[in-house]
């Protein structure tokens, strides 16, 4: 059960847009399509802020925005903002378990 | 509003054994499948096992197969997770999860609690 593999960091300054790369296999996505992000902020549970590849929770901003190809998934924060700065996580779910990505730390410079 | 809160975390020595509580509100808690989430200190999120919203079906990671459990009481809206024979490696934060129908995704997470494997 190897994890989906994600950047350590990644960093943009304000205003700026990001990409957070999200790669497994095929055997990790499997057939539903179902590929979430969070975001985990330090000291906090993590919120869900992407899922089914692309949609958005209620509430969450339009600025973030995911999309998949092949056997890596993407996560994509546009109009950086200092609050934006936490750590993301992928995953996939595939019935019987959740396969989580290693995070990756944003920084808003 | 829903409400996710864990209880019986705590220091516990290596080969003993420790019971989780997660006790929902705000929603239908029979009708949707629950999760427990780890997280070590300072790593990332691991997932340990998924049970479906009648008790029918259980999973686990690999790594806590055959020493966790996972259970729920629908009738007191409360999830569990019994863990024997801990180790060191299962110290980390505790989390319980709600799954959200159709979109193998977890919406709400509870705050945790810290479970410490320590002689």
């Known amino acids: 059960q190897s994890a989906l593999t994600q950047p350590a960091s990644v960093s943009g300054s304000p205003g700026q847009s990001i990409t957070i790369s999200c790669t497994g296999t095929s055997s990790d996505f499997g057939v539903y399509n179902y590929v979430s992000w969070y975001q985990q902020r330090p000291g906090k549970a993590p919120k869900l802020i992407i899922y089914n590849i692309s949609k958005r929770p209620s509430g969450v901003s339009d600025r973030f925005s995911g999309s998949k190809s092949d056997n890596t998934a993407s996560l994509t924060i546009s109009g950086l903002q200092a609050e934006d700065e936490a750590d993301y996580y992928c995953s996939s779910y595939t019935y019987i378990r959740i396969v989580f990505g290693g995070g990756t730390k944003l920084t808003v410079l | 509003q829903v409400q996710l809160v864990e209880s019986g975390g705590g220091v516990v020595q290596p080969g003993r054994s420790l019971r989780l509580s997660c006790a929902a509100s705000?929603?239908?808690?029979?009708?949707?499948?629950m999760h427990w989430v780890r997280q070590a200190p300072g790593q990332g999120l691991e997932w340990v096992a998924v049970i479906r919203y009648d008790g029918t079906n259980k999973y686990y990671a690999d790594s806590v197969k055959g020493r966790f459990t996972i259970s729920r009481d629908n009738s007191k809206s409360t999830l569990y997770l019994q863990m024997n024979s801990l180790r060191a490696e299962d110290t980390a934060v505790y989390y319980c999860a709600k799954e959200s129908y159709g979109s193998g995704s977890t919406d709400y997470w509870g705050q945790g609690t810290l479970v410490t494997v320590s002689s």
């Open positions: 705000g929603f239908t808690f029979s009708s949707f499948g």
